[in-house]
């Protein structure tokens, strides 16, 4: 008698992908509140076991407790760079760290960030701060063995009433690196470097960049940060010796001079022609020149401009970095 039971196929088993593990590293020195949104912020994106922090000689109460919390729950963070040089030449100290964790980690990418820089990603409908909308975009780019570039930045506007608001600077340009490669950080990690490669490839990220702070405060810190660039750390008072300094070739904290020849209402309307947007989380609200405001709507511009449906950063990028100089409208 034959035997009419039916014996199923084998059930092919695929092992689930892991997410992208980043390795976020940072130097900073008495930031306070800026370094309690950045751990919430990148904690919660990557893990607090993935920060590596590089204190420059904090001496302030608030980031102290910071530093030992973030220690306590995972984060590495390294206290022995506090001088002035260090801080100057932290593009080194993170191109050594990528080293030794190319000898002795599991990681996918190594993002040098600064403490007033929040990552956020470009969608088909907006922006995202969202943990699944970042890692889907680092997943994306796991195939690429090439150093990766953050074209746009979004600059808080300067002033009382702005909060929430920012503006393009399409000129500060941010990167990152894959793992397992050899790697070299510049210090304002605009544009690291691999060995083996002079490729590099446009990302959908962008910062949220709370650069911006109370003029007299922007005043002190670009001193401060200036003071070991001059002759005499009296030099930081003195406008022709500042105007001096700027001339020279290459001139190092040449945006830190430019803050410090700046009046108050130079900085407070620093942003006045620029296109301005409100970001929290949800849909962006865009002002526009005359101070109009519009709900960003992707499907408008879209509709609208039918050559921006290639580009790779999405329509709302497209707007913020070509649309609006080239005087495009949203809908």
């Not at 890692?135 to 002033?159: D, M, Q, T, V, Y």
């Not at 865009?286 to 879209?302: C, E, K, M, P």
Request: hydrophobic fraction near 35%; include cysteine.
């Amino acid at each position: 008698m034959t035997d009419q039971r039916q014996t199923s196929s084998p059930t092919k088993i695929t092992a689930p992908t892991r997410p992208p593990i980043v390795k976020v590293m940072m130097m900073q020195k008495d930031e306070g509140p800026r370094l309690a949104r950045w751990l919430t912020h990148y904690a919660c994106l990557f893990g607090m076991e993935n920060l590596l922090i590089f204190d420059n000689g904090s001496e302030e109460v608030t980031t102290l407790a910071l530093l030992d919390e973030a220690e306590r729950y995972g984060a590495h963070v390294r206290r022995d760079l506090d001088t002035a040089f260090d801080f100057q030449n932290k593009g080194g100290h993170f191109t050594n760290v990528i080293r030794s964790l190319n000898q002795d980690a599991e990681y996918d990418f190594a993002l040098p960030v600064d403490c007033d820089e929040l990552l956020c990603v470009f969608t088909e409908t907006g922006l995202s701060l969202g943990k699944a909308d970042i890692l889907a975009e680092f997943a994306r780019l796991k195939p690429w063995g090439c150093p990766f570039r953050i074209e746009l930045s979004l600059f808080n506007l300067p002033g009382d009433g702005h909060e929430g608001w920012y503006a393009p600077n399409r000129h500060f340009h941010k990167g990152f690196v894959p793992a397992y490669h050899d790697a070299t950080i510049d210090n304002g990690h605009h544009a690291p470097a691999l060995a083996n490669t002079t490729d590099v490839k446009m990302t959908r990220f962008v910062y949220l960049h709370s650069h911006n702070r109370p003029y007299q405060e922007m005043i002190d810190l670009s001193r401060a940060k200036l003071m070991p660039e001059m002759e005499s750390p009296d030099d930081v008072f003195d406008r022709q010796k500042i105007l001096a300094h700027l001339s020279r070739p290459h001139c190092p904290g040449s945006h830190l001079c430019h803050m410090l020849l700046r009046s108050h209402d130079e900085y407070e309307t620093l942003y006045r022609d620029e296109v301005h947007i409100y970001f929290r989380e949800g849909l962006p609200l865009i002002r526009s020149r005359s101070g109009r405001l519009h709900v960003w709507n992707s499907h408008a511009y879209l509709a609208r401009h039918p050559d921006v449906a290639g580009y790779e950063s999405g329509p709302l990028a497209h707007y913020l970095m070509y649309g609006f100089p080239e005087g495009r409208s949203l809908h």
